[in-house]
Nanobody, 120 residues
């Protein structure tokens, strides 16, 4: 079992910044990838940013140039630095980790979600 604890969400004015953190703990063999998803009211959950074990990053078009995903392997932690926030960034942000268990394959785990609200 792997537990993910998210932090860093909150209320910020448009143009401001927030830094989300997600720390993984528990039965971890190796993490293949970590990322962030978000879900706004009335919308589908979407990928915001991800980073692989090889440090390949992926970003949604809507956040490119504003958000930066990074990881600290020693702490099993992934971060999402969010700059120039816009009201449309308002959503619940969920951390996701993909853990490799050898013959058992890959398993996905999700954080509890943290609310990000951007006021205009």
């Amino acid at each position: 079992q792997v537990q993910l604890v998210e932090s860093g969400g909150g209320l910020v004015q448009a143009g401001g910044s927030l830094r989300l953190s997600c720390a993984a703990s528990g039965r971890i063999s190796s993490i293949n990838a970590m990322g962030w998803y978000r879900q706004a009211p009335g919308k589908q959950r979407e990928l915001v940013a991800s980073i692989t074990s090889g440090d390949k990053t992926t970003y949604a078009d809507s956040v490119k140039g504003r958000f930066t995903v990074s990881r600290d392997n020693a702490k099993n932690t992934v971060y999402l630095q969010m700059n120039s926030l816009k009201p449309e960034d308002t959503a619940v942000y969920y951390c996701n980790v993909e853990v490799y268990y050898g013959l058992r394959g890959l398993y996905d785990y999700w954080g509890q979600g943290t609310q990000v609200t951007v006021s205009s």
